[in-house]
């Protein structure tokens, strides 16, 4: 790019959109990682403690090596892959004045919306926790009441979300923002920049604990990327799928690595590990979701149709719900089951999984019956727009 050159000058990616196979993977991809990250944030449960009993997982070595496994090796795989499909998807077909105006206009009614509702309806349960309609199910909450302000209301419907997993959009929207720098970063200094932003990414992991400057600099990182493949024509499904055996190999030996030291150290230290492990699961991420797309077994199971055609909104809904249920449906469980063994507080865990999802489930085809309220809620266009929003390439 020549010096005073517009950066937002109307200029395709030269790939001149997204290949079929990726595409697929892409698909398959956006409706499975948010049942990954439902599971990370149902492994983060804290010690449990129901009327009468106290269960503190350092006393059961199988659910505490699994949650801080889960808590410190797993949890940041799911949100960089989701960074770097809406990178790539935002620059696949080009940059230019209008195209980031239009895309704006249309990350306002996918990501603001849904940012802003999803805050209400956590602060508003957050509330009705301490009604007595709920107190009579929950005793310990009686004669409490929810301890927050104006300000704190407002704060949280915006910069701090009430809804904790919302600051995947929160941040996305800044992506969206800045993106004509990230663009003109990219054009300019192509992988250099990438090398960079993973070097400060990196040094925040190792040397800090600050996560919300980690997962500012993680968000920088992944979109920067998926701008990068977009703007320099690299097909990610083509050029990750040959380094599957590659990140394979890394991923297993820092996998077991990770569990060993979660076992024997204090789970923090695995951290070191993150800025090798993440670029490989991103690979194998990719390249699993293509082969699984173009498998027999997948057309057998599924016909032609992804599950994302079937039921559209559905993994966005999982994404944003299941962080209002966590707390309460894992007491829930663990009240009616009463676990007296390290397996059976494991088991349920995975019962507390499987609950969250089973509602969120069925709040979806209830709303089938609002299409409305479901659209507003999952960030999806109406019928009108369904066909322009499709060619400007949704997150």
Same mark, same amino acid.
């Given at each position: 790019m020549t010096k005073g050159k517009d950066v937002l000058k109307d200029e395709p990616s030269r790939t001149g959109g997204v290949s079929p196979e990726t595409s697929r993977a892409i698909a398959i991809m956006r409706f499975i990682l948010p049942f990954a990250v439902m599971a990370v944030h149902v492994y983060h449960t804290q010690d449990v403690r129901i009327k009468g009993m106290f269960y503190d997982f350092a006393d059961y070595p199988i659910a505490r090596g699994v949650m801080y496994f889960v808590r410190a090796f797993v949890a940041d795989f799911s949100v960089p892959c989701f960074f770097f499909i809406s990178g790539y998807l935002f620059f696949s077909s080009g940059f230019s004045r209008d195209i980031y105006r239009r895309k704006l206009k249309s990350r306002c009614r996918s990501l603001l919306v849904p940012y802003i509702l999803w805050n209400a309806i956590m602060a508003g349960y957050m509330a009705f926790r301490y009604t007595p309609l709920f107190t009579a199910f929950a005793p310990s909450l009686a004669g409490q009441s929810l301890d927050m302000s104006v300000g704190e209301f407002f704060y949280g419907l915006t910069l701090e979300p009430h809804n904790g997993t919302l600051w995947f959009l929160r941040n996305l929207m800044v992506m969206v923002v800045i993106s004509p720098l990230i663009y003109y970063l990219v054009k300019r200094l192509r992988w250099i920049i990438i090398g960079i932003f993973w070097?400060?990414? #990196? #040094?925040?992991?190792? &040397?800090? !604990?600050?996560?919300?400057?980690?997962? *500012?600099?993680?968000?920088?990182? @992944? &979109?920067?990327t998926?701008?990068? &493949?977009?703007?320099m024509g690299k097909d990610p499904v083509a050029t990750m799928s040959r $380094?599957?055996? #590659?990140?394979?190999?890394? @991923?297993g030996v820092l996998g077991i690595t990770g569990f060993t030291m979660c076992y024997f150290t204090h789970w923090t230290n695995i951290?070191? %590990? +993150?800025? @090798?492990?993440?670029?490989?699961?991103?690979?194998? *991420? @990719?390249?699993?979701?293509?082969?699984?797309?173009?498998? !027999?077994?997948? +057309?057998?199971?599924? $016909?032609?149709?992804? %599950?994302?055609?079937?039921y559209p909104g559905l993994s966005f809904m999982i994404f944003t719900a299941h962080y209002l249920l966590i707390f309460d449906m894992v007491i829930l469980v663990f009240t009616v089951v009463r676990p007296t063994t390290d397996a059976g507080v494991a088991g349920c865990?995975?019962?507390?999984?499987? $609950?969250? *999802?089973?509602?969120? #489930? %069925?709040?979806?085809?209830?709303?089938?019956?609002?299409?409305? *309220?479901?659209?507003?809620?999952? $960030?999806?266009?109406?019928?009108k727009k369904k066909k322009h929003a499709a060619a400007t390439a949704a997150t």
């Amino acid at each position: 790019m020549t010096k005073g050159k517009d950066v937002l000058k109307d200029e395709p990616s030269r790939t001149g959109g997204v290949s079929p196979e990726t595409s697929r993977a892409i698909a398959i991809m956006r409706f499975i990682l948010p049942f990954a990250v439902m599971a990370v944030h149902v492994y983060h449960t804290q010690d449990v403690r129901i009327k009468g009993m106290f269960y503190d997982f350092a006393d059961y070595p199988i659910a505490r090596g699994v949650m801080y496994f889960v808590r410190a090796f797993v949890a940041d795989f799911s949100v960089p892959c989701f960074f770097f499909i809406s990178g790539y998807l935002f620059f696949s077909s080009g940059f230019s004045r209008d195209i980031y105006r239009r895309k704006l206009k249309s990350r306002c009614r996918s990501l603001l919306v849904p940012y802003i509702l999803w805050n209400a309806i956590m602060a508003g349960y957050m509330a009705f926790r301490y009604t007595p309609l709920f107190t009579a199910f929950a005793p310990s909450l009686a004669g409490q009441s929810l301890d927050m302000s104006v300000g704190e209301f407002f704060y949280g419907l915006t910069l701090e979300p009430h809804n904790g997993t919302l600051w995947f959009l929160r941040n996305l929207m800044v992506m969206v923002v800045i993106s004509p720098l990230i663009y003109y970063l990219v054009k300019r200094l192509r992988w250099i920049i990438i090398g960079i932003f993973w070097c400060v990414w #990196a #040094a925040f992991i190792v &040397f800090t !604990r600050n996560y919300d400057i980690i997962n *500012a600099t993680q968000s920088v990182l @992944f &979109f920067s990327t998926g701008c990068a &493949f977009a703007v320099m024509g690299k097909d990610p499904v083509a050029t990750m799928s040959r $380094g599957l055996t #590659a990140a394979c190999i890394i @991923f297993g030996v820092l996998g077991i690595t990770g569990f060993t030291m979660c076992y024997f150290t204090h789970w923090t230290n695995i951290k070191v %590990l +993150k800025p @090798f492990s993440v670029p490989s699961a991103l690979v194998i *991420a @990719f390249s699993l979701s293509w082969l699984w797309g173009k498998s !027999r077994m997948r +057309k057998r199971l599924l $016909g032609q149709h992804a %599950l994302s055609d079937r039921y559209p909104g559905l993994s966005f809904m999982i994404f944003t719900a299941h962080y209002l249920l966590i707390f309460d449906m894992v007491i829930l469980v663990f009240t009616v089951v009463r676990p007296t063994t390290d397996a059976g507080v494991a088991g349920c865990v995975i019962l507390s999984y499987v $609950g969250i *999802a089973l509602c969120i #489930a %069925l709040c979806y085809r209830l709303l089938g019956f609002w299409p409305a *309220a479901q659209r507003l809620l999952t $960030g999806r266009a109406g019928k009108k727009k369904k066909k322009h929003a499709a060619a400007t390439a949704a997150t």
